[in-house]
């Protein structure tokens, strides 16, 4: 079973509002992330959030995920992805870790993702566009006990360079995964980006 964590926990600094509401052509940005998901051969959608927990809870009511309180939404994306491990109920081959804040990631993206993994048998799969990676990553659950005791300082970049060999770069056609939304000019650029589809 693949299982995904959606890093949503953040406290929206650089936004000045709760960005994981923000509207985004007739939804939520966070509901575009998990919808997504739910799309995919992906049978758990996990959820983790933090500050404004119950807009998001709320936001997301109607949809098949659980919602997860991170125990310290100040502390880094790590802490959100061992909160996300903590909480997995089902036996789990693989997670999927994706940001809530990337409304534009795309069905085939996840889909591919999955099936390099069931293919290569590899640890890693990250998705590659024109040479940079991005996210959502997917990694197996045999490095569940490394992430929730390692990489401190460091999050998931140290996990990637631990296991250079394990990991798989999968070429993909959108550029939707390298685009997070962080400010309002990212908002409206995204925004923008998904009328047209994948971003050129």
Known sequence: MISAIVLAAGRSRRMGTQKMVLPMHGKPMIAHTVDTLLQTQVEQVLVVVGRDKQLIVDTLRDRNVQCVVSPDANEEMLTSVRTGLHALTEPTTAVIVALGDQP???????????????????????????????????????????????????????????????VVELPVACASILDDIDTQADYWRVLQAMRKGCRE
């Open 104 to 166: 534009a990631i795309q069905v085939d993206v996840v889909t591919q993702m999955i099936r390099c993994f069931l293919d290569t048998g590899a640890g890693i799969i990250a998705p590659v566009f024109e040479g940079r990676r991005g996210h959502p990553l997917l990694i197996s659950i045999r490095y569940r006990d490394e992430i929730l005791t390692e990489f401190e300082g460091l999050g998931l970049r140290g996990l990637l360079v631990k296991h250079a060999q394990d």
